[in-house]
Nanobody, 120 residues
Framework: QVQLVESGGGLVQAGGSLRLSCVAS????????MAWFRQSPGKEREFVAR????????TYGDYVKGRFTISRDHAKNTVYLQMNSLNPEDTAVYYC?????????????WGKGTNVTVSS
């Protein structure tokens, strides 16, 4: 079993930056594909970014390319999402998730989410 705990959300003005963190326990990051999803009010959950369990290959949703960066620190068993040039459309609950395969066929483990609000 894998437990995921997100942090780093908050209120930021448009154009600002935030860095989200997700601490994993129960398994090491080297055995997990890690990803971030988000869900805005009234919308379906959507993919933001993912990072391969080995080698560091990353994939991004089209609407965050060039602005968001996913990274991982194996020593801290933590994955990060650096978010720059934020705009109000990025307002959402951001979820950290993990899968055991690549490419992931499904994400078995989810955190409870962290709120991000971008004001105009």
């Amino acid at each position: 079993q894998v437990q995921l705990v997100e942090s780093g959300g908050g209120l930021v003005q448009a154009g600002g930056s935030l860095r989200l963190s997700c601490v994993a326990s129960g398994r090491t990051l080297s055995s997990l594909t890690m990803a971030w999803f988000r869900q805005s009010p009234g919308k379906e959950r959507e993919f933001v970014a993912r990072i391969r369990r080995s080698g560091g290959t990353t994939t991004y949703g089209d609407y965050v390319k060039g602005r968001f960066t996913i990274s991982r620190d194996h020593a801290k068993n933590t994955v990060y999402l650096q978010m720059n040039s934020l705009n109000p459309e990025d307002t959402a609950v951001y979820y950290c998730t993990a899968a055991s395969d690549w490419p992931p066929q499904g994400y078995a483990f989810w955190g409870k989410g962290t709120n991000v609000t971008v004001s105009s």
